[in-house]
């Protein structure tokens, strides 16, 4: 077995992942700024704004998260490890979020203050250790380029027609 197939190995925490939610977070913070910018001079708050990425970066960090907490309680063989991977995380986070919403309506109760608090907690958690453990010209290539992404990303969805 290749060292990189080994448990052991894989089971660890990423940093991989990590590069991952740096990118998508910065990806939804350049797409909403660029959203709110060219609204200036309408009615134009910032808080509904401001919750959509709160709550992108929660589903963006949700895997993370719950891995980082699963693996420090992890017991047993390793059997059921895919309870534990990225993809099948991601899929949780975002059926829990779906069924807290539903939950509103329901009862009242929203936990979208808790779930967008965690997120922007979490990523910046993660960014700043991203930064800390990542390469000067790593980090300031991907950053540029995010923000190049977020601008030219905005342009094909606002600028040619309205969608």
Do not use: H
Not at 35 to 49: K, L, Q, S, T
Not at 70 to 80: C, Q, S
Not at 91 to 109: D, I, N, P, Q
Not at 144 to 149: D, R
């Amino acid at each position: 077995m290749t060292k990189a197939l080994e448990p052991a190995t894989w089971r660890e925490p990423r940093r991989d992942y990590d590069t991952v939610v740096v990118f998508c977070g910065l990806q939804s913070i350049g797409l909403a700024a660029v959203y709110w910018a060219m609204r200036i001079g309408f009615d134009n708050p910032v808080a509904p704004v401001g919750k959509a990425v709160a709550l992108a970066l929660f589903m963006f960090t949700f895997p993370a998260i719950s891995r980082w907490f699963l693996l420090r309680f992890r017991e047993g063989d390793g059997a059921a490890d895919w309870l534990r991977s990225y993809p099948f995380l991601w899929l949780l986070g975002v059926a829990l979020t779906a069924a807290l919403g539903r939950l509103v309506s329901a009862t009242g109760l929203n936990a979208f203050p808790v779930l967008g608090t965690i997120g922007v907690a979490a990523f910046v958690i993660i960014l700043f250790s991203w930064l800390r453990n990542g390469s000067v010209w790593r980090s300031a290539a991907i950053i540029v380029g995010c923000s190049a992404f977020s601008v030219w990303a905005a342009g094909v969805v606002w600028g040619l027609n309205y969608k």
